[in-house]
T-cell receptor, first 112, second 111 residues
Framework: AAGVIQSPRHLIKEKRETATLKCYPIPRHDTVYWYQQGPGQDPQFLIS???????DKGSIPDRFSAQQFSDYHSELNMSSLELGDSALYFCASARTQAREQYFGPGTRLTVT | QKEVEQDPGPLSVPEGAIVSLNCTYSNSAFQYFMWYRQYSRKGPELLMY????GNKEDGRFTAQVDKSSKYISLFIRDSQPSDSATYLCAMSARNTDKLIFGTGTRLQVFP
């Protein structure tokens, strides 16, 4: 079965640079979520989109922005990167009104 | 104090054992409960989803929710070395679908 696709899988950036992470949800899933998982920590909710509109917002820094496009893929844009932004970034998708979220393999961001 | 508490382990059991993983939570608004399995450096994989109180069984896995005690459990029967992973509980409230995770329990099943 098709799964959530994330790209790139690994990304190395320097401080103050920008990064763009992409997420392609499971076909026919219209809701996308972004989570950040620091080393040895549980995933923390950042932001979600339903039908291309932001539906919920968590502890996402103002330096980050995200959007969902007409084909339902989503992009997380991160600017002025800091060392503390180094983490695994997961995208998850869900069908309309469904609670089950299916996670992608993640993008490992390293900021040096 | 975190909204969701989970014993970090590690929990080490022999192959074939019954494993019990647990989470407690403080927010009475949580209605939807999930268990995820996460292998090292991989994305969380959805194992079980339950709504409100009760039991749900799927193969070797049984999920239990006790809302009155704010306590959820995942039981794994006939555990296998391939079950060795970190198990995360997650939950959400009615008015939002963002998931709040426990810290995860690391499970090791040895042959």
């Amino acid at each position: 079965a098709a799964g959530v696709i994330q790209s790139p899988r690994h990304l190395i950036k320097e401080k103050r640079e920008t990064a763009t992470l992409k997420c392609y949800p499971i076909p026919r899933h219209d809701t996308v979520y972004w989570y950040q998982q620091g080393p040895g920590q549980d995933p923390q909710f950042l932001i979600s989109f339903y039908e291309k509109m932001q539906s919920d917002k968590g502890s996402i820094p103002d330096r980050f922005s995200a959007q969902q496009f007409s084909d339902y893929h989503s992009e997380l844009n991160m600017s002025s990167l800091e060392l503390g932004d180094s983490a695994l970034y997961f995208c998850a998708s869900a069908r309309t009104q469904a609670r089950e979220q299916y996670f992608g393999p993640g993008t490992r961001l390293t900021v040096t | 104090q975190k909204e969701v508490e989970q014993d970090p382990g590690p929990l080490s059991v022999p192959e074939g054992a019954i494993v019990s993983l647990n989470c407690t939570y403080s927010n009475s608004a949580f209605q939807y409960f999930m268990w995820y399995r996460q292998y090292s450096r991989k994305g969380p994989e959805l194992l079980m989803y339950t709504y409100s109180s009760g039991n749900k069984e799927d193969g070797r896995f049984t999920a239990q929710v006790d809302k009155s005690s704010k306590y959820i459990s995942l039981f794994i029967r006939d555990s296998q070395p391939s079950d060795s992973a970190t198990y995360l509980c997650a939950m959400s409230a009615r008015n939002t679908d963002k998931l709040i995770f426990g810290t995860g329990t690391r499970l090791q099943v040895f042959p």
